[in-house]
């Protein structure tokens, strides 16, 4: 009697139901499926290459630069990070169509970008230009 007690619970113990399981894969692949087309993703437009990108750099009033150290420079004037998002409401104020341009150095911080673009974004700009500098 015991014996058959023992194989009876070796018996139901090698089935595993997979039912559940493939059941929850598929209601997370529906949902990632449904809601991926509505996830907002970043991206940058590229300029075309051609004389227009060149001839609006000099027209530019408001550029920005964020260099190696983290120092940043607003029209060659150092300013810090507390005193950026005042002296940006103050340039959109005065320049309210302007696209800023910001020269970022290659071996500065990421965090540094993040907060220039941050205290556009809080300024007021709806687009800035990302210009790098060709190497040679």
Do not use: C, W
């Amino acid at each position: 009697m015991r014996k058959r007690f023992l194989d009876q619970i070796a018996e139901e113990t090698d089935l595993i139901n997979l039912t559940p399981l493939i059941d929850v894969l598929f209601t997370v692949l529906v949902l990632f499926i449904v809601i991926s087309p509505f996830l907002d993703i970043e991206s940058i437009h590229l300029a075309q290459k051609g004389v227009e990108a060149t001839g609006q750099r000099e027209k530019r009033r408001i550029r920005i630069f964020v260099q190696k150290t983290g120092q940043i420079k607003i029209n060659d004037t150092p300013v810090t990070l507390k005193q950026l998002p005042g002296v940006l409401d103050e340039l959109k104020k005065s320049f309210h169509e302007e696209i800023p341009e910001l020269y970022q150095d290659k071996n500065s911080s990421f965090g540094t970008y993040l907060n220039v673009k941050h205290a556009l974004e809080q300024a007021g700009f709806e687009e800035m230009d990302l210009v790098v500098q060709p190497e040679g």
